[in-house]
Every structure is written in structure tokens, then in C-alpha cells.
């Protein structure tokens, strides 16, 4: 069954001093906290529903994008960015691969100083440690995935 993605209660955490409970009050929270997203062995999405919440969560987008955590274990993080028109992301690296799949709209992606011209459909992957750097010419909805490399156990 694919759940859609729904934020529906403001956290904050516990004012008990030692209690990591959560408790759903008014906060500056938008979602539930990540020990109560991430917990389950199993995770599906409707990212169609996902990017509409996304859109209308107040206070979200001050620099023209949106963004949120689907799914985060170990080193591996999903997540589902939303972009205005015109908007970007600084260049940057991650010491990890990177996953862009742009499900709505079209991006420009400079890897490395290659230009990457994405549309809706498309998937670029990316090594680890690639600087890369991201412009909306157009409103666009992308899922990014890393995964962050994990070190070799010491050898014995």
C-alpha cells in the first residue's frame, strides 16, 4: 500500500528535562520527528502528494525552495525538493553518491563543470565527492537520494 506522504500535527519535544518523548503541541515543528518517520522497516511514498504538502506547509520556501526528508538511515537519506522558478543551490560536494530525478519541471545541473540540462524523467548520478550546483529555470520537483560512503572496518 503506498501511503501518501501527509504532515498533520506540530511537534515539539517534551520540556521534561531527561523525557526524549515527543508531544504534539504548537512549535516551530512542521513535522513528526524524525524517530517516529523513519522507524518503520518499511517505507512507500506518493511523491505526487508528497511535493502537494510540501507546497502548502506555512513558513516553508523563504529562499525559493522546499524541502523535506522521506526517509533517512545509516548513510542513506531520500529527499524531495520542490523549486521555484529561477531558484538554486550553491555548488557543494557530498561525500557520498548522489541521486537527482527530476519528476516535475527542468533543471540545470552543473557537475564538475558539465552542464546537465534535466527534465521531467530524467535521473543523473552522481560520484562522491563531484561538485555540483543546481538551477530551476522553471518551477521543478526533484527526489534526491545519498548515500554517504561508510569506512572500511580497521583491518585486524
Same mark, same amino acid.
Given at each position: 500500500m503506498i501511503v501518501p506522504y501527509i504532515c498533520l500535527h506540530r511537534w515539539q519535544p517534551s520540556t521534561k528535562l531527561g523525557d526524549s518523548s515527543m508531544q504534539q503541541q504548537n512549535s516551530d515543528h512542521l513535522r513528526e520527528p524524525p524517530s517516529a518517520r523513519f522507524s518503520a522497516p518499511q517505507h512507500a511514498f506518493d511523491l505526487a502528494a508528497a511535493a502537494a504538502t510540501l507546497s502548502k506547509e506555512p513558513g516553508a520556501g523563504e529562499?525559493?525552495?522546499?524541502?523535506?526528508?522521506?526517509?533517512?538511515?545509516?548513510?542513506?537519506?531520500?529527499?524531495? =525538493?520542490? =523549486?521555484?522558478?529561477?531558484?538554486?543551490?550553491?555548488?557543494?560536494?557530498?561525500?557520498?553518491?548522489?541521486?537527482?530525478?527530476?519528476l516535475a519541471g527542468h533543471l540545470r545541473i552543473t557537475a564538475d563543470g558539465t552542464e546537465h540540462a534535466l527534465h521531467a524523467g530524467n535521473l543523473l548520478v552522481l560520484a562522491p565527492e563531484v561538485e555540483h550546483s543546481i538551477v530551476a529555470p522553471e518551477e521543478s520537483t526533484m527526489l534526491l537520494t545519498v548515500h554517504l560512503l561508510t569506512p572500511a572496518p580497521a583491518a585486524s
Open positions: 529562499a525559493g525552495r522546499r524541502q523535506t526528508t522521506l526517509y533517512k538511515h545509516g548513510g542513506t537519506t531520500v529527499a524531495l =525538493f520542490l =523549486f521555484g522558478r529561477l531558484t538554486h543551490l550553491a555548488p557543494h560536494r557530498t561525500k557520498g553518491t548522489v541521486t537527482i530525478h527530476v
